[in-house]
């Protein structure tokens, strides 16, 4: 069983939908959650981070993470055309246990116009 | 201020060469992660490099191998190249501690 799952999609909405996308992990140690929005034949770019639990908003992006069911979310509110890339979800443990990011496969979405 | 760079953006090799990847990081960063991405899938953690050493390792064979240099940049080395090497190389920098790694454009590699 992989660490992180992810839904790789694609996911195709219309333009101003309300979408929705969601990673669980099975390693209970995590406790910084990221998403990153990775275009084609481009580097992930750093969209939201949240830490263990909670919601964050920024602008047309929240990101949720419900610890107790190991599930974390990505929504994306008005969505535009632009918005259509690859969002992956990555995760890491506490400090002292290292920097590394594990990643899900990613979830390709397309914002039909 | 420059973001992450990494050199060279493609590259082609044969079966059995070796090849190195560079990276320099994000302006005030001292931490260097490499991380593989197979196509369709989402990166792999290579290793990091701090203050010059190898500070964590991903579950990747001694084939890959890096330096970080004291001016913080990185360098990725993979010997004896084999077919499944082939992927999109990605470039991280942080502050050491801090949660969040900015990733370069990554150099795609392909082995033949």
């Known amino acids: 069983q992989k660490e992180v799952e992810q839904d790789p999609g694609p996911l195709s909405v219309p333009e101003g939908a309300i979408v929705s996308l969601n990673c669980t992990y099975s390693n209970s140690a995590f406790q910084y959650f990221m998403w990153y929005r990775q275009y084609s034949r481009k580097g992930p770019e750093l969209l939201m981070y949240?830490?263990?639990?909670g919601n964050k908003e920024d602008g047309r992006f929240t990101a949720q993470v419900d610890k107790s069911s190991k599930y974390i979310s990505l929504f994306i509110r008005d969505s535009q055309p632009s918005d259509s890339a690859t969002y992956l979800c990555a995760m890491k443990e506490k400090k002292s246990s290292g920097d590394k990011l594990t990643f899900g496969t990613g979830t390709r979405l397309a914002v039909r116009p | 201020d420059a973001g992450v760079t990494q050199s060279p953006t493609h590259l082609i090799k044969t079966r059995g060469q070796q090849v190195t990847l560079r990276c320099s990081p994000k302006s005030g960063h001292d931490t260097v992660s490499w991380y593989q991405q197979a196509l369709g899938q989402g990166p792999q953690f290579i290793f990091q490099y701090y203050e010059e050493e190898e500070r964590q390792r991903g579950n990747f064979p001694d084939r890959f191998s890096g330096h970080q240099f004291p001016n913080y940049s990185s360098e990725l080395n993979v010997n004896a190249l084999l077919l499944g090497d082939s992927a999109l190389y990605l470039c991280?920098?942080?502050?050491?501690?801090?949660?969040?790694?900015?990733f370069g454009p990554g150099t795609r590699l392909l082995v033949l």
């Open positions: 991280a920098s942080s502050l050491l501690g801090w949660e969040t790694q900015y």
């Open positions: 949240t830490y263990s639990r």
